[in-house]
């Protein structure tokens, strides 16, 4: 479905995170249920982490313990 000249979209076309086409708007920021459906996957199966370093873990235990 392609907009009417005279309409501005909402907000401009992004590539698709994950294969790189031009974004969906139903399914923004991905272009196809497809990819959105990939993304999803990764969230739940742990792919996407934010790494912790040794110093945070142990900054945590101690404010767990009370010292």
């Given at each position: 479905m392609v907009p009417p000249d005279n309409?501005?979209?909402l907000?401009?076309?992004r590539p698709?995170?994950?294969c790189?086409?031009?974004s969906a708007r139903e399914h923004f920021p991905?272009?196809?249920p497809r990819c959105k459906d990939v993304?999803?996957?990764r969230w739940l199966t742990g792919a996407y982490a934010i790494p912790v370093?040794?110093?945070e873990e142990?900054?945590?235990e101690t404010a767990e313990r009370g010292d």
């Open positions: 309409v501005t979209p907000r401009p076309a698709c995170p994950e790189g086409r031009p991905f272009c196809s993304d999803l996957s370093t040794e110093e142990n900054v945590e």
